[in-house]
């Protein structure tokens, strides 16, 4: 199946908000509540910061919260801090009759 | 706290079989409910996911790459392995191994391990 769709680079200025799309179809983000947003420093492994499309894991701020509408989902990171500046990936299940998770290409967050 | 640790060659010729292993602690491999995964990521680009292994034995490969990797675990070690034949420069990566919950959702990472395919 196709990556999930994500805008290359977004930016903000320490304490606004911004928000990453993650768009695919029927098929994965819009057929599953089971969305999953990783924060990957430059050299580090990704982290989990959502899961079940808006559930934060233990230890992630709140600042970090997810959304969904249809077949796009939404990562919103408000209060930006200096140390939100990462890559950003999506992953959708997309169901059990075939290889079933697919992720998306990535963000850029530069935080000016 | 769980912990995943990749070893393996980090140099590998073309043509050749790419192996590595992940060595899980503070946690049972054969936890239910869980699957276990590899993820790759090429220099400068997007995740990749390889495949993943369910303590039954149970295996899924992503669909590109099904015809040259083997994922197996080996529960008297907690361990599970990765094994990519024929590789070329493409194949050139840093390689995770994760823990992921039944629909996917990774929540452990190893600290990745950086494969060159090159002569």
């Known amino acids: 199946q196709s990556a999930l769709t994500q805008p290359r680079s977004v930016s903000g200025s320490p304490g606004q908000s911004v928000t990453i799309s993650c768009t695919g179809t029927?098929?994965?983000?819009?057929?599953?509540?089971?969305v999953s947003w990783y924060q990957q420093h430059p050299g580090k492994a990704p982290k989990l910061m959502i899961y079940?499309?808006?559930k934060r894991p233990s230890g992630v701020p709140d600042r970090f919260s997810g959304s969904k509408s249809g077949n796009t989902a939404s990562l919103t990171i408000s209060g930006l801090q200096a140390e939100d500046e990462a890559d950003y990936y999506c992953?959708?299940?997309?169901?059990?009759?075939?290889?079933?998770?697919?992720f998306g290409g990535g963000t850029k967050l530069t935080v000016l | 706290q769980l912990q995943l640790q990749e070893s393996g060659s980090g140099l590998v010729k073309p043509s050749q079989t790419l192996s590595l292993t992940c060595a899980v602690s503070?946690?049972?491999?054969?936890?239910?409910?869980?699957?276990w995964s590899w993820i790759r990521q090429p220099p400068g680009k997007g995740l990749e996911w390889i495949g993943y292994?369910?303590?039954?034995?149970?295996?899924y490969y992503n669909p590109s790459l099904k015809s040259r990797v083997t994922i197996s675990v080996d529960r008297s070690k907690n361990q599970f392995s990765l094994k990519l034949s024929s590789v070329t420069a493409a194949d050139t990566a840093v390689y995770y191994c994760?823990?992921?919950?039944?629909?996917?959702?990774?929540?452990?990472w190893g600290q990745g391990t950086l494969v060159t395919v090159s002569s």
């Open positions: 029927s098929s994965d983000v819009g057929g599953y509540n089971y």
């Open positions: 079940d499309v808006s």
């Open positions: 992953c959708s299940y997309a169901g059990s009759y075939t290889f079933d998770v697919v």
């Open positions: 503070g946690g049972s491999i054969s936890s239910g409910g869980y699957s």
């Open positions: 292994i369910y303590h039954s034995g149970s295996t």
């Open positions: 994760a823990r992921a919950d039944a629909v996917g959702q990774l929540d452990y």
